[in-house]
């Protein structure tokens, strides 16, 4: 089977996972399924050894990862930021994702690196960490036991993927740094015509980032979102002055 351009783009995510045994099984399940990005957060040391047990043929892939001490900074040129998630809380997403739906929103996004992000062994992701994502992935499970290990998890998101993925050409949509640019040109312009009555200013500022982050603007359309939220203000500050 020829192998998927979408496939290339992906990179997986392992925020500080606890065992090198699981980033071995990680490495074997990424490779199977053509997928050859792996990014880990945090600046644990592992026994390479686990890690080669259990990865077998794709201990390359632990070799070449890359490395971040935050999820922020492996993030920072991302054009699509998945969190990998059963869990719902104060942060969370608004929705999430089949792994299927996943791969159609995928599909549908232009050329840029997609980061899938999977979070610790023991407690999964933060809520602050999944904030930083632009949407949620879950993995349908029994209601009497729903949790997957690390390395499961991962099979079955990067299996879906690579069975439903198309290769495609598109636009170029803004990396993840230009999203929260548009976002506080939105949310400051809110706050210079009076709009926040409580609150609710980081809440609105989420809100548009993800937003945004699922519309995939191009370059010029954020620019002209900026363009136009800057107008409403000054708009509105000219009124009042005059």
């Known amino acids: 089977m020829e192998q998927c351009a979408d496939l290339n783009r992906i990179e997986i995510i392992l925020v500080e996972p606890q065992d090198g045994a699981n980033i071995g099984a ?3 399940a990424m490779k199977t399924m053509g997928i050859n990005r792996l990014t880990i957060i945090g600046d644990r040391i592992y026994n390479e050894m686990r890690i080669k047990t259990l990865a077998i043929h794709a201990f390359d892939l632990y070799e070449k990862h890359s490395r971040f001490d935050t999820l922020e900074q492996a993030i920072e040129d991302s054009i699509l930021v998945v969190g990998a998630s059963r869990r719902r ?3 969370r997403k608004y929705f999430s994702l ?5 791969a159609e929103r995928i ?3 232009g050329e840029g690196k997609i980061s899938i ?3 610790r062994e023991s407690n999964g992701l933060t809520d602050d960490e ?3 994502c632009h949407m949620g992935v879950k993995i349908p499970s029994s209601d009497e036991f729903g949790s997957l290990n690390l390395a499961q998890a991962v099979q079955v998101i990067t299996y879906t993927l690579f ?3 198309q290769d495609i050409r598109g ?7 230009r999203i929260k640019e548009v976002s506080d040109t939105v949310t400051r312009s809110f706050d210079m015509i009076g709009f926040y009555k409580g609150q609710e200013k980081e809440e609105v500022h989420q809100f548009f980032t993800d937003v945004i982050a699922r519309a995939a603007l191009s370059e010029r359309e954020a620019a002209q979102m900026e363009r136009l939220f800057r107008k409403m203000a000054k708009i509105k500050i000219y009124k009042e002055t005059n």
């Not at 089949?98 to 996943?102: G, K």
């Not at 636009?171 to 740094?177: A, K, M």
Request: positive net charge.
């Open 171 to 177: 636009f170029q949509p803004i990396e993840n740094r």
């Open 89 to 91: 809380g104060k942060k």
């Open 98 to 102: 089949l792994p299927e739906q996943l």
């Open 163 to 165: 069975r439903n993925l």
């Open 26 to 28: 990680v490495c074997r």
């Open 117 to 119: 992000v999977f979070g």
């Open 107 to 109: 599909s549908s996004t």
């Open 130 to 132: 999944l904030s930083l």
